[in-house]
């Protein structure tokens, strides 16, 4: 499975941006997908995560009310619609899929690939 994320920036504080991540080869081994970010100099965190059937959501505390993970199956596609961004959300953020049933969804050894990740910088 190869993980290609896009969609990030520059903004201003409590501007919006929706990052992408398209999936393709093995594709059907998918259980769920996730997004991830680092900021620099601090370790990478878990942000939002979905699985591929049911759409079950999870979110990072920091992430509730302003973002919105959600895919599109017959696309391949996921995406993390941020809104009422902040400084602090800026990081480069990573897509990522697992392929087991039952992997936690929160921690980044629960996923199996990862994509290049895609910069987003938020000024105040």
């Known amino acids: 499975v190869q993980l290609q994320a896009c969609g990030g920036g520059l903004v201003q504080a409590g501007a919006s941006l929706r990052l992408s991540c398209a999936a393709s080869?093995?594709?059907?081994?998918?259980?769920?997908m996730g997004w991830f970010r680092q900021a620099p100099g601090k370790e990478r965190e878990f942000v939002a995560a979905?699985?591929?059937?049911?759409?079950?959501?999870y979110y990072a505390d920091s992430a509730k009310g302003r973002f919105t993970i959600s895919r599109d199956n017959a696309k391949n596609t996921l995406y993390l619609q941020m809104n009422s961004l902040k400084p602090e959300d800026t990081a480069v953020y990573y897509c990522?899929?697992?392929?087991?049933?039952?992997?936690?969804?929160?921690?980044?050894?629960?996923?199996?690939?990862w994509g290049q990740g895609t910069l987003v910088t938020v000024s105040s």
């Open positions: 990522a899929a697992d392929r087991t049933f039952g992997a936690p969804v929160t921690t980044s050894r629960g996923y199996d690939y």
């Open positions: 080869g093995h594709t059907f081994s998918i259980y769920g």
């Open positions: 979905i699985r591929w059937s049911g759409g079950s959501r």
